[in-house]
């Protein structure tokens, strides 16, 4: 007969031990399942993990090595197709060139153009890198002794002015310069490059010697 409170794996094997295994197995297996089935959503409500089970630094120092990024990690390519035009990769820049010349005009009191031109912004391209170079050739034919004015201007951008005195019915030439680079440009649209020029006294009248001459280097930027 078996001993009170004993498995029947511990007491001594008889001809009836394996249906007796196989009822230990059965009732482990019913206690297994209800265990399980007291589990259910909000049974566990506390943190796994207690506090202060990790402390500060979280990765030690040199935990992380170079390089944090591995071989291979990034692929080619890094810039997406048609991010750059084919022809920004051939042609980055846009190089052209301004000279012109005009003659018989007057100059006034204020700034007046005598040579300029409108220039277009080609297509992708937001800036223009000027530099430039005027000339004013101009006779006193006012009643007074007078001086003559000269500037080059891009936009609203205006170069350093430059003057020179003229006798009465004397002449001169006076030249003035602009190194200067505009940005944020609109394809399409045009921007004003230009040579003024100006007296102070006399009130002078058209000559057809009067000559004005513009030259620039122009590069515009993608």
């Known amino acids: 007969m078996a001993q009170p409170g004993l498995l029947s794996s ?14 230990d197995l059965k009732r482990e297996l019913r206690e297994l399942t209800a265990q399980v089935g007291r589990i259910h959503d909000g049974t566990i409500i506390t943190q796994l993990m207690a506090d202060g089970a990790i402390t500060a630094p979280k990765i030690g120092p040199a935990a992380v090595t170079a390089p944090a990024i591995g071989a ?8 997406g197709a048609g991010s750059v035009g084919y022809a920004a990769l ?15 005009f007057a100059p006034t009191a204020t700034w007046a153009e ?15 890198l000027v530099t430039a170079t005027g000339w004013v050739y101009s006779i006193n034919n006012s009643a007074a002794p007078d001086d003559l004015h000269t500037r080059v201007s891009l936009g609203a951008t205006d170069g350093q002015a430059f003057l020179t005195p003229l006798a009465v019915t004397g002449y001169g030439t006076i030249s003035a310069g602009l190194a200067a680079l505009a940005d ?23 000559d057809a010697a009067n000559t004005a001459t513009l030259v620039a280097s122009l590069t515009w930027l993608r």
């Open 114 to 128: 005598v040579a300029g031109l409108d220039l277009t912004v080609p297509t992708d391209c937001t800036r223009l």
């Open 184 to 206: 944020s440009l609109v394809p399409g649209t045009t921007i004003r490059l230009k040579a003024s020029a100006k007296t102070t006294t006399g009130a002078w009248t058209t």
């Open 90 to 104: 051939v042609a980055p820049t846009l190089p052209a060139a301004v000279n012109l010349t005009t003659t018989a």
């Open 72 to 79: 291979g990690a990034v692929t080619a390519p890094a810039i």
């Open 10 to 23: 511990q007491i001594p094997k008889s001809e009836d031990w394996i249906p007796r295994e196989i009822a």
